[in-house]
């Protein structure tokens, strides 16, 4: 088992920044393939950023690509989105989740129904 705590949410004006952080439990943070996803009001949820389990490989979705960025402290057990340039349509709950990675920590997953532990989630509202 794995418990995420996301922090770093807030309210910020267009075109700026914001850094989230996800905070994990246990020892095996390692292990664990990382994800971003959020869910705007009345919407879907949807991904957003992955990173594996060693850090050295990310995947974007087309719609961040060049403005946000995930990394990993493994010895922090924590994730990172670095998040710029930010707009009105970035305004969302944010979720951080993990799953156990099997392909020798160079695995990452854009699917929700992949990973296993979620946070509950932390408030970015972009305004115009």
């Known amino acids: 088992q794995v418990q995420l705590v996301e922090s770093g949410g807030g309210l910020v004006q267009a075109g700026g920044s914001l850094r989230l952080s996800c905070a994990a439990s246990g020892r095996t943070f390692s292990r664990y393939a990382m994800g971003w996803f959020r869910q705007g009001p009345g919407k879907e949820r949807e991904f957003v950023a992955a990173i594996s389990s060693n850090g050295g490989i990310t995947h974007y979705a087309d719609s961040v690509k060049g403005r946000f960025t995930i990394s990993r402290e493994n010895a922090k057990n924590t994730v990172y989105l670095q998040m710029s340039s930010l707009q009105p349509e970035d305004t969302a709950v944010y979720y951080c989740?993990?799953?156990?990675?099997?392909?020798?920590?160079?695995?990452?997953?854009?699917?929700?129904?992949?990973?296993?532990?979620w946070g509950q989630g932390t408030q970015v509202t972009v305004s115009s």
């Open positions: 989740a993990a799953r156990n990675s099997f392909y020798g920590g160079i695995d990452y997953y854009v699917r929700g129904e992949e990973y296993d532990y």
